[in-house]
């Protein structure tokens, strides 16, 4: 019986542990600067749809990565290149997404294609509050002269 109770307390003890490494995940992607709220959701093939899913995206010089809220992984998950990358539509939240607060707009972005011809389709899609879709857009557009084509 007593080594039953160690168990637990082992169990306990590692769900704390897990629960200290989130809460100080957050903090310092929070905490680092330039790290947003927002959801992002892939498209894939055939127009398919993933699901929406939240966490924070942190902007870089070269990418906007992307870092799921319920992970301790401490590389982003998805990288968004900043180069190329093109606004294809704005909406708010229709009935595809349930799962989104009705207070954000959803970008569906995509890259242009090598010889600078504007993409037929979005590849992701982020949903963000004004605030933080005022300073991606801004972040799109104030790359450095002379770097948007280039490859």
Do not use: N
């Not at 959801?39 to 870089?60: N, V």
């Not at 982003?76 to 539509?89: H, M």
Request: proline residues 5%.
């Amino acid at each position: 019986m007593e080594s039953l109770w160690w168990v637990v307390l082992a169990l306990l003890v590692a769900v704390l542990l897990v629960l200290v490494a989130g809460v100080m995940r957050r903090f310092v992607l929070l905490r680092s600067g330039g790290a947003v709220e927002c959801y992002l959701r892939a498209r894939g093939a055939k127009g398919r749809r993933g699901s929406w899913r939240i966490g924070f995206g942190r902007y870089g010089s070269e990418h906007l990565g992307w870092f799921p809220i319920l992970s301790l992984r401490p590389r982003p998950t998805a990288r968004l290149s900043r180069r190329g990358l093109v606004v294809v539509g704005r909406r708010s939240p229709g009935a595809g997404d349930a799962h989104l607060p009705a207070d954000v707009t959803v970008l569906e972005i995509g890259w242009l294609a090598e010889d600078g011809s504007e993409p037929r389709e979005a590849t992701y899609e982020v949903a963000m509050g004004e605030s933080v879709l005022t300073g991606f857009l801004s972040w799109i557009e104030s790359m450095p002269p002379g770097t948007r084509w280039e490859a």
